[in-house]
């Protein structure tokens, strides 16, 4: 897949939505940042919000409408999305114990679990991880390329004293769920 293109097309579907989706963003930022104090608050509450943001990036790609309360659309489906981050978080910690790298393509393998859950409401946490194994086949060098693409703007957020991320997180899930769709596209051909 041509990451300039990704970008690209992402920039074109951000326009307009730059700073909603910076709200939003910050939202996110002060509800992680209060919960922090509990304990244990961050694994509860990683998988919902993911399956959220992924909500709202597949309605960016889509040309949908969005607003700040669909941030919260993942606590809706509490169980599979709780489910969903809490394996993640427990495989890619298993593949980590082996090295860096291993625990690194785990992710980039399971990086299409929110948005399969997202698209599919039949199924389970584990299938869709399952599946996104499936779906990064061939691909988990694309979308590390595609991550790594984005390090020059993280380092400048960075001078901003992470403001700038507020902009650049939505534009990296704008991307994922354009690269998302793309994988999606290629599937149905192969089957059809």
Not at 22 to 32: D, P
Not at 37 to 50: M, V
Not at 137 to 164: M, N, Q, R, V
Request: net charge negative; charged share 10%; aromatic share 14%.
């Amino acid at each position: 897949m041509d990451r300039v293109a990704i970008r690209t097309q992402a920039r074109a579907l951000l326009a307009g939505k730059w700073n909603l989706l910076a709200l939003i963003w910050l939202a996110y930022f002060f509800i992680e940042s209060a919960t922090a104090s509990l304990p244990g608050s961050g694994l509860i509450i990683a998988g919902p919000f993911a399956l959220g943001l992924a909500l709202l990036s597949l309605r960016v790609v889509r040309n949908q409408d969005i607003n700040v309360e669909m941030l919260f659309d993942g606590f809706s489906d509490f169980v599979r999305s709780l489910v969903a981050g809490l394996l993640m978080i427990v495989f890619v910690f298993l593949w980590s114990l082996l090295l860096i790298v291993p625990g690194i393509i785990a992710a980039l393998s399971y990086s299409m679990t929110f948005y399969i859950l997202a698209d599919n409401p039949d199924v389970t946490a584990s299938e869709a991880i399952t599946m996104s194994k499936n779906m990064m086949f061939g691909h988990k060098a694309e979308l590390f390329w595609l991550y790594l693409s984005f390090i020059g703007w993280a380092f400048l957020c960075l001078f901003t004293a992470g403001i700038g991320f507020l902009w650049l997180l939505p534009y990296i899930h704008t991307s994922t769920a354009i690269f998302y769709e793309n994988l999606r596209g290629a599937e149905e051909v192969v089957i059809s």
